[in-house]
């Protein structure tokens, strides 16, 4: 490629058809960022070491367009309008009973295996039946105390969507 071709490459002539070109641009990406894949800054602790704190991440908000969200599914909640979420994994679905004895999640009576769950925990928490139109939500991170950590019931209305990585 020789010196003109990559300067006008770099530097294109500021033609009609080029400022339409770049609106549709601009307004396809802002779109895209705003309302199918929205990117999010990971602030505090509650799923490390799955997704650390500081951390930088894409929600994919079409995830469930055609699928319900899933027992062990991070998601996206949204906590106050759109700009607040909370980054939890789902544990529990409607009609469940999720209840945690010594630090071990239990899903009607049974014992769950946790593979992500990294830190010991020694969370007990009585049974409680997830309501209809809700999933049960918890962070990875349990070696928090109980009392310091966000989670539990919520509406599936609330989640946004699934994180990309």
């Known amino acids: 490629m020789d010196k003109e071709s990559l300067k006008k490459f770099i530097f294109p002539r500021m033609s009609n058809l080029y400022m339409i070109r770049m609106a549709l641009v601009a307004l396809s990406a802002y779109l895209f960022f705003s309302y199918i894949c929205i990117p999010i800054s990971i602030r505090g602790i509650s799923m490390e070491p799955t997704y650390p704190d500081g951390g930088v991440n894409l929600i994919w908000r079409l995830a469930h367009a055609f699928s319900a969200p899933e027992r062990f599914q991070v998601v996206g909640v949204r906590l106050a309008g759109e700009k607040v979420m909370l980054l939890k994994r789902i544990v529990a679905l409607e009609g469940e009973t999720v209840e945690f004895r010594g630090g071990r999640l239990f899903l009607d009576g049974k014992p769950v295996d946790e593979p992500y769950i990294k830190y010991p925990c020694d969370w007990t928490l009585g049974p409680r039946t ?34 990309l990585w």
């Open 130 to 163: 997830v309501e209809k139109g809700n999933v049960y939500v918890v962070g990875d991170n349990r070696n928090m105390p109980i009392r310091n950590h966000v989670f539990g019931q919520t509406s599936k209305k609330r989640i946004v969507g699934v994180p």
